[in-house]
């Protein structure tokens, strides 16, 4: 896929595979949305929001469809949703996504936190959401479980 059309022309035959896949794994999501070209497209400032949203639907319509017929899982990565961009982003994926994971490096070296957040999918104030976070290291090229951590982790 190269850009935001791909994904959507991809979800959007869904329907007509023989053969639904298991898994359908989409890595750095927010780079096939080009801000200037999705601006151009919707003629709207906020046309890659729009870009996203269209394209979060039509995952979220196909694999429940997959659902339907078997069992299909979809995983995202965004690395632009913590590093800057505004909470819109955050909106956008907590109401189509709804469990989202973030790693974040701890202080320790070699040492990272990831954070798993459920949400309601008719909950969009966020207070029916769940939290629990676990801290993980890297030793001898092994991921080492080190326990379970606050889940106030931000």
Request: hydrophobic share 35%; with cysteine.
């Amino acid at each position: 896929m190269n850009d935001d059309e791909d994904i959507r022309k991809y979800f959007a035959a869904f329907h007509l595979y023989d053969t639904l896949p298991d898994a359908v794994v989409i890595d750095d999501f927010g780079d096939f949305f080009d801000n200037k070209v999705c601006q151009q497209r919707y003629a709207n400032s906020r046309g890659r929001d729009l870009a996203m949203i269209k394209s979060l639907a039509l995952c979220h319509n196909a694999i429940n469809y997959a659902n339907q017929k078997g069992s299909c899982k979809l995983l995202l990565s965004d690395t632009h949703t913590h590093q800057g961009d505004s909470p819109r982003f955050h909106f956008i994926y907590k109401k189509w996504i709804h469990t989202t994971f973030t790693i974040k490096e701890d202080d320790i070296s070699g040492s990272f936190i990831l954070k798993g957040k459920s949400y309601s999918p008719t909950d969009n104030t966020g207070t029916g959401s769940s939290i629990k976070a676990a801290k993980y290291s890297i030793a001898l090229q092994y991921l080492v479980f080190d326990g379970l951590v606050n889940d106030q982790v931000e």
